[in-house]
């Protein structure tokens, strides 16, 4: 069933990457310029021979959109950074040890909705984290930790959460021990640390499906393609009877002097009813039987 290699990751005539990026891709015949510099991520047209696919799905659901600050509102498709953190969480890996993991040129991810994406505003009490509001415990000791003071009032803030989310996550990785490890781990059903749906108090569950074919699928005409399609909203096809949405959520981030920034956007038009989307003139790949774009 599984392909000990991703020898077939590229397509042929893509311009080689830089020196960095062959280290971390070394079996990969002939890569392509995989750089994540650019505001918005650009569709993959750089397809997986085969990859992982499960289904993530929990009560609740919150991935804090970047931008507002009185309701924290959150992203309808979850995001691609927050599946690479998910998965980070499965296999165990640190906070910060893993965008190059799931890097531009070195991933791929297509995300599909499978249940009506609804949300509700739910209020939430908190402590401030203000660093006036902040009580030293063991203050002489070499190890000292503040926390919010508990005799303080709290404060309420309104949190925008999805209800009852469920999404099919297909994923590969270029690099072949992550991607056994992961193929191994979902398949025992284990996870080194507690999977969430954006929140660490939104518990998640993880329905790993198997190990399948990427196929070649239509990149001409009008094709109904079942993820989110991303970076692709002028190629949509209106239908009366179809609803359509937009979001831009991040795609890819790297470490930096304060511990991590976003490189690149990722622009999903989606159905929230979890139905297809018409498309026109768009790369898709067939997984499962599925219609899907990688990105």
């Not at 991520?41 to 804090?64: I, K, M, N």
């Not at 990149?219 to 949405?245: H, K, L």
Request: proline letters at 5%; one cysteine or more.
């Amino acid at each position: 069933m599984a392909q000990e290699s991703l020898d077939g990751w590229f397509d042929e005539g893509e311009e080689s990457a830089s020196r960095g990026e062959r280290d971390a891709l070394d079996r990969s015949s002939e890569p392509s310029d995989g750089t994540a510099e650019a505001s918005t991520a650009s569709s993959s047209h750089e397809f997986p021979e085969r990859c992982l696919s499960f289904t993530v799905r929990g009560p609740w659901g919150h991935f804090r959109r970047v931008e507002g600050n009185v309701v924290k509102q959150t992203y309808r498709v979850i995001p691609r950074t927050t599946v690479a953190g998910l998965l980070a969480a499965v296999l165990g890996i640190g906070r910060d040890d893993y965008y190059e993991l799931f890097a531009e040129g070195a991933s791929a991810v297509a995300i599909e909705p499978v249940s009506e994406l609804r949300t509700l505003n739910m209020p939430m009490n908190a402590l401030s984290t203000a660093k006036s509001d902040l009580t030293s415990l063991n203050g002489r000791g070499k190890v000292s930790v503040r926390l919010p003071n508990p005799a303080k009032l709290r404060q309420q803030h309104n949190y925008e959460v999805l209800v009852d989310p469920a999404y099919r996550v297909d994923v590969a990785l270029a690099d072949d021990e992550r991607y056994r490890e992961l193929r191994e781990t979902l398949d025992a059903g284990k996870s080194h640390y507690v999977p969430s749906l954006g929140l660490s108090e939104h518990l998640a569950e993880i329905d790993y499906h198997g190990e399948y074919a990427v196929e070649d699928g239509s990149s001409e005409g009008v094709v109904d393609v079942d993820s989110a399609v991303p970076n692709a909203v002028d190629s949509v096809v209106p239908d009366p009877g179809t609803r359509c949405q937009v979001e831009e959520s991040p795609a890819f981030m790297e470490t930096d002097a304060g511990g991590r920034t976003t490189t690149a956007f990722t622009a999903y038009t989606y159905n929230p009813d979890a139905g297809p989307l018409a498309v026109r003139d768009v790369e898709t790949s067939l997984v499962d039987g599925r219609t899907v774009v990688f990105v």
